[in-house]
């Protein structure tokens, strides 16, 4: 079930939406964005069951009504689901489409709404692609929109990651996505808005969905099924011999670093890495601003952030995370994994050392 009052943080967003939907001032397209796993698939879901349901009370959905219990199963008729997808061993289908994997989709966001693209890569067995959204998912979606709706009430879909979409795909989408069919939605969840194709993103309302606190990451991450606390010790470790060798003028121990990320076992855990790694050098430079009450730094690892933040120069961090976006988009092309990470490796070190 996801109410409002079950989702983790972004009141305000929350309060902005019902505001929204008891106005009757209801976007027909809206986008939110987040940086991963801080809850807009949790905040769409409620607002939609919110628009929906029979007899909400103060300001939440009621969670007892026919439309209420069945989005909680994300079992309503007039609410779809668009995600990346590719082929994989759980479908047969040669041309596949979110509804190919509807059932696993189910699984992971009733029991997660805040899992990442890791997780949901996971979750459909296509760990080692690159999950697409292709022109196939435009009929289908375009298809089911064009039925009279089951319920009286309002047809939903909810598209996640807008930014897997190619041109040929949000082409056939544009005609629908401006002029859909009466009280019909389109709600886009990307974690990357300046990727999003402009005629998509011009179209829609935005809404900015906040970072989480570290209480709050807290309590997602104690939902996530596929949480794993060897993962997390892999990629910290990983990290800090990297960051270790480079502030250290240890190139060929970096570059070793750079080797073993490369050979993780899926391109998606490369990516993976490359967040966390991020999220890392995100956290030195609130060290090196005198934040870092706002870093979300675990008490056993205040050391090693602040031995860090010392030995990094002023505009490391900024070039870094610069340099690790590029990787991720670099490896969603299919770029070979070992040049990328060797040369990651070697504009973090000059960055340091070439001054």
Same mark, same amino acid.
């Given at each position: 079930?996801?109410?409002?009052?079950?989702?983790?943080?972004?009141?305000?967003?929350?309060?902005?939406?019902?505001?929204?939907?008891?106005?009757?001032?209801?976007?027909? &397209?809206?986008?939110?964005?987040?940086?991963? +796993?801080?809850? =807009?698939? #949790?905040? $769409?879901? !409620?607002?939609?069951?919110? /628009?929906?349901?029979?007899?909400?009370?103060?300001?939440?959905?009621?969670?007892?009504?026919?439309?209420?219990?069945?989005?909680?199963?994300?079992?309503?008729?007039?609410?779809?689901?668009?995600?990346?997808?590719?082929?994989?061993?759980?479908?047969?289908?040669?041309?596949?489409?979110?509804?190919?994997?509807?059932?696993?989709?189910?699984?992971?966001?009733?029991?997660?709404?805040?899992?990442?693209?890791?997780?949901?890569?996971? &979750?459909?067995?296509?760990?080692?692609?690159? +999950?697409?959204? =292709?022109? #196939?998912? $435009?009929? !289908?979606?375009?298809?089911? /929109?064009?039925?009279?709706?089951?319920?009286?009430?309002?047809?939903?879909?909810?598209?996640?990651?807008?930014?897997?979409?190619?041109?040929?795909?949000?082409?056939?989408?544009?005609?629908?996505?401006?002029?859909?069919?009466?009280?019909?939605?389109?709600?886009?969840?990307?974690?990357?808005?300046?990727?999003?194709?402009?005629?998509?993103?011009?179209?829609?309302?935005?809404?900015?969905?906040?970072?989480?606190?570290?209480?709050?990451?807290?309590?997602?991450?104690?939902?996530?099924?596929?949480?794993?606390?060897?993962?997390?010790?892999?990629?910290?470790?990983?990290?800090?011999?990297?960051?270790?060798?480079?502030?250290?003028?240890?190139?060929?121990?970096?570059?070793?670093?750079?080797?073993?990320?490369?050979?993780?076992?899926?391109?998606?855990?490369?990516?993976?890495?490359?967040?966390?790694?991020?999220?890392?050098?995100?956290?030195?430079?609130?060290?090196?601003?005198?934040?870092?009450?706002?870093?979300?730094?675990?008490?056993?690892?205040?050391?090693?952030?602040?031995?860090?933040?010392?030995?990094?120069?002023?505009?490391?961090?900024?070039?870094?995370?610069?340099?690790?976006?590029?990787?991720?988009?670099?490896?969603?092309?299919?770029?070979?994994?070992?040049?990328?990470?060797?040369?990651?490796?070697?504009?973090?070190?000059?960055?340091?050392?070439?001054?």
């Amino acid at each position: 079930m996801m109410r409002f009052a079950d989702v983790i943080g972004n009141a305000d967003v929350a309060k902005a939406l019902i505001s929204m939907a008891d106005s009757g001032r209801v976007a027909h &397209a809206m986008l939110m964005y987040e940086n991963e +796993g801080c809850g =807009a698939l #949790a905040l $769409a879901l !409620a607002y939609v069951q919110y /628009l929906n349901c029979s007899s909400p009370v103060g300001g939440d959905s009621c969670g007892e009504c026919p439309s209420c219990r069945q989005m909680a199963k994300l079992i309503h008729p007039d609410v779809h689901y668009v995600f990346p997808v590719n082929k994989g061993p759980k479908t047969t289908d040669d041309k596949p489409t979110s509804e190919s994997y509807i059932k696993y989709w189910r699984e992971l966001a009733v029991a997660n709404p805040y899992f990442t693209e890791a997780d949901l890569q996971r &979750a459909i067995g296509i760990e080692s692609k690159n +999950g697409l959204i =292709a022109v #196939a998912e $435009a009929k !289908a979606i375009i298809s089911k /929109l064009s039925l009279t709706a089951v319920a009286d009430g309002y047809k939903a879909v909810i598209f996640y990651l807008p930014e897997k979409m190619n041109q040929e795909t949000a082409n056939r989408l544009l005609k629908m996505v401006e002029e859909p069919p009466e009280k019909t939605l389109f709600i886009f969840i990307t974690h990357s808005p300046e990727k999003v194709l402009q005629t998509i993103f011009s179209r829609c309302q935005s809404i900015r969905v906040m970072p989480l606190t570290k209480e709050e990451m807290e309590k997602t991450r104690a939902m996530n099924p596929f949480d794993d606390r060897e993962e997390y010790d892999l990629f910290m470790d990983l990290f800090a011999d990297l960051m270790r060798a480079v502030t250290s003028g240890e190139l060929q121990a970096a570059l070793e670093c750079g080797e073993a990320v490369a050979g993780l076992e899926s391109r998606e855990k490369q990516k993976a890495f490359c967040n966390f790694a991020g999220e890392c050098i995100r956290k030195i430079f609130m060290v090196q601003q005198k934040m870092p009450q706002i870093a979300g730094i675990a008490d056993q690892e205040q050391e090693f952030y602040a031995d860090m933040a010392g030995r990094c120069g002023k505009g490391f961090c900024m070039r870094t995370i610069t340099n690790i976006e590029k990787v991720v988009a670099m490896i969603d092309r299919n770029v070979s994994s070992k040049i990328l990470f060797c040369d990651l490796v070697n504009r973090m070190y000059l960055s340091i050392w070439s001054r």
